[in-house]
């Protein structure tokens, strides 16, 4: 896998390619989607639905990809990534429950 900028990572999250760099790795193994950051899941998606989204706080370099992977796929949260941190019942998330739940987590 070559080395990939961030400014291309947005491309390859769209097109769900392979591709790694600054401790992100992502790879389709054609059913599921990964991206890891450093050796944590964050994303799972299979066919450009997310089924899994990881958005606990691990660095930097983590909510920068965590954030690009909310804009990429269009993730429609009522609080920002920041707020949600501070409910600490809402991660990780299965985001396909959470949207047909109406936006809201079970207990």
Aim: hydrophobic residues 30%; charged residues 30%.
């Amino acid at each position: 896998m070559n080395y990939t900028n961030y400014e291309d990572m947005k491309r390859a999250l769209r097109l769900q390619k392979n591709f790694s760099g600054n401790s992100i790795n992502a790879f389709n193994d054609n059913e599921m989607y990964y991206v890891k950051s450093y050796k944590t899941i964050i994303l799972e998606a299979k066919n450009g639905d997310i089924i899994y989204l990881d958005n606990r706080y691990y660095s930097t370099t983590t909510s920068r990809l965590q954030n690009m992977i909310i804009d990429v796929y269009g993730v429609d949260w009522s609080k920002n990534l920041r707020d949600r941190r501070r409910d600490k019942n809402i991660y990780p998330i299965y985001y396909k429950e959470y949207v047909s739940n109406g936006g809201t987590l079970k207990d």
